[in-house]
């Protein structure tokens, strides 16, 4: 253990930036999440109860704190501390929205509003947000972004609370695993413990309309594939650290294992466009530079062989980023030895942790920020005046900027109206101009003119905006001058804007009106090479695939076509659906199982048991789950590593992680339940194998392979099994 001073010491840092204490134990513990307010304070989520030891101990106490942080002296430093809620369970995330607090703590999301800096008047907004999983694999984020909904990383609904109270829950994407961040278009980016970044090219609201469709081109696409990591010093204390390839030669790891907290980083102090991602398990945060060709976003690696940050305090864990209103990159450092969690901690880090010591001092963490060398630290807050806001929504600072938005909205702030759209028209500022659009729309004054006229400036990237913002009309203009509006983008031939278009006609419910639903399929055929746009389109035709199939069939006779492929998939998916089996049949009579699934399972395979990209594939219709029943066992008790194939097709890294932990060393678990949670994924989504596996079978195999730490292989499991 290093007191702040010396960790600060013990961090290497690219040349030409600064990195200063913010907040340290006792001020802080154990932060993971956290929020700037109007005036500067800082909002964070503790979560002192995670892995409390080796075997999670007392993980489920009421330990946990939301606390605010002051600067009261105006050096950078926090010096003053305020509990705001305590008693919590392992709370998660934390959004300020609406003069409240938005606030997760497993399963549950609440609602707090605030009077004189007091919680008052507590809601439940969602009882099932963080329902299932485990606290690695847990929704979290809740990123208000800039199109003023709520998003989260591993989830796939998103949140927005009106004026008058009421809040709004939609389907959108499932991204990611720890950590969401948006850039300035309010596209989202994040990614899974074993991946650099992805992230979406279009607008994070649009195209999730499909429940049949599995995937969307243009979302959750990986912006930087690659995935090495550089510490500067042996990390030996990761969870597979004895596998060949994960550490390299002089004990360092390799390639991302635990990598979250992605942000784009949008300060205004670092020139061009950098995404940071942490890595708590090596100790470093790394830079990615992006790259813009039309909607298409692409990153490499800033450095080669070297980190932007990086500490031989194997203790310094970060594991969230942020801006602020300053410009600086805040970091949250959990600060602590344990930081894999329980569900899948393998029988070599519990010794690595055992023979360094690591599972003590627990109750402290640390917040640093980094900037460049020279540069005039400057905090803005929000002033009062109405027009004060209106010009700060041009600031280069992109949190101020956000922050400007949302206290207009939360302001409910009607009077800046004729000054935003002084904007529109004029506002040479093109960021400028588009948060004055997602400010008009948040406070319910957006119009068709408005839209039209941020359609008539010359910059493409403001135009999607608008078509990102079109939905929003659906309640105040006619189905006419909506398609009126699209029809005009369609006409362009702009490849650029005809993807916006085609997603934002969703909003139209082209299946329920025969004339839009006809000018929708001359687009598919005009488009039908477009991977983009025919994804978009067949995203807002849910429920009506069939009427757009004979259409494709008649008029687009290359079935190489992109578009008779993504929709021929989607109808096969639709066609070959059965009744659901009675999944809640199974859940019943396999409860035990159904709780294991939820919590160790579902986060990567999916509720549905269809693979959760980029994580892990299908369980449903898998051969290793139909198939014999020992080997299945074998599998998941000491896990599978390197490419798997199923059902005709062969996963690898990228595509998915490149390895399904075992859980036989977990004692938390034992062999009814995971009997259980065999036989129920045997029996679940059309496997129907008609058996059901007890507790001795489990032992049998136990028996077989002993105290075995290292994952099969696929060829290794096949020589031991056979393939069937």
Known sequence: ???????????????????????????????????????????????????????????????????????????????ERTVFLDSLVVPRALCLVNGGLLMAEPPNLWFYEIEEG?????????SAYAEGGNVEHQPNGLLRGLDNWIYSAKYDWRYRRLADGTWLKEKTHFRGQWGISQDDWGRLYYNDNSSNLSGDYFPPGLGAGNPNQRRVAGYNETIVGDTRVYPIHPTTGVNRGYMEGVLDSTGRLVNFTAACGPLVYRGGLIPGTNAFVAEPSANLIKRNVLTEAGFRVTGKQAYEGKEFLASDDERFRPVNLFDGPDGSLYILDMYRGII???????????????ER??????????????????????????????????????????????????????????????DLRTLLTSGSDSLQCVHALWTLEGLGLLTVADIRTVLARPE???????????????????????????????AKNDTLLAPYAALAVASL??????????????????????????DAIISGVAGHEARLMQTVTKQVPDT???????????????????????????????????????????????????????????????????????????????????PVDVAGHTYRTPEV????????????????????????????????????????????????????????????????????
């Open 118 to 126: 007091h919680p008052i008047n507590k809601s439940l907004v969602d």
């Open 460 to 490: 493409w990237q403001v135009c999607a905006q608008a078509l990102a913002a079109f939905p929003s009309l659906s309640g105040t203009a006619t189905q006419k001058e909506r398609i009126d509006i699209l029809n005009a983008v369609i």
């Open 509 to 534: 419910a082209p299946g329920d009106d025969s004339a839009v639903m006809h000018t929708v399929e001359q687009w598919a055929v005009q488009y039908a090479d477009n991977r983009y746009i025919t």
């Open 560 to 642: 190489s076509k992109a578009l008779y492929r993504h929709l021929s998939a989607v109808v096969d998916e639709i066609s070959g659906q059965t009744e659901n089996h009675n999944q809640a049949q199974l859940a019943k009579q396999y409860p035990a199982g159904i709780a294991l699934f939820r919590n160790a399972c579902q986060p990567c395979h999916g509720e549905d048991g269809r693979g959760v990209s980029p994580i892990a594939p299908p369980l449903a219709g898998s051969e290793w789950v139909k198939g014999d029943k020992e080997r299945l066992m074998a599998l998941v008790l000491y896990g599978l590593t390197g």
């Open 357 to 418: 010591g690591l599972t003590l001092p627990l109750g402290m963490g640390r917040i640093y920020r980094v900037f460049p060398k020279g540069s005039k630290r400057r905090t803005v807050t929000m002033p009062q005046r109405t027009d004060s806001l209106v010009a700060l929504l041009g600031h280069t600072n992109g949190w101020v900027r956000d922050q400007a938005q949302r206290t207009l909205i939360d302001r409910q702030a009607t009077d800046a109206a004729s």
């Open 340 to 354: 894999q969690h329980s569900t899948y901690l393998t029988p070599y880090l519990k010794n690595e942790i055992a």
């Open 1 to 79: 253990m290093l007191s702040p001073q010396a960790s600060l010491k013990a961090m290497e840092l690219e040349a030409g930036f600064e990195v200063a204490l913010v907040a340290a134990e006792p001020l802080v513990v154990a932060p993971v999440a956290m929020t700037f307010d109007g005036d500067g304070r800082i909002w964070v989520a503790e979560m002192d109860g995670y892995m409390p030891d080796t075997l999670g101990t007392g993980e489920e106490a009421p330990v946990g704190r939301i606390v605010i942080l002051e600067d009261t002296d105006g050096d950078g430093k926090m010096d």
């Open 657 to 724: 992680s490149g390895e399904m932990p075992g859980i036989a060393h977990n004692s938390a678990i034992d062999d009814a339940e995971l009997a259980q949670l065999l036989s129920y994924i045997r029996n679940a989504w059309g496997n129907n194998t008609g058996d059901e596996l007890v507790g001795e079978d489990l032992g049998g195999v136990r028996a077989k392979f002993g105290d075995r730490t290292e994952p099969f292989t696929q060829d290794e499991l096949h020589e031991l099994f056979g393939k069937d």
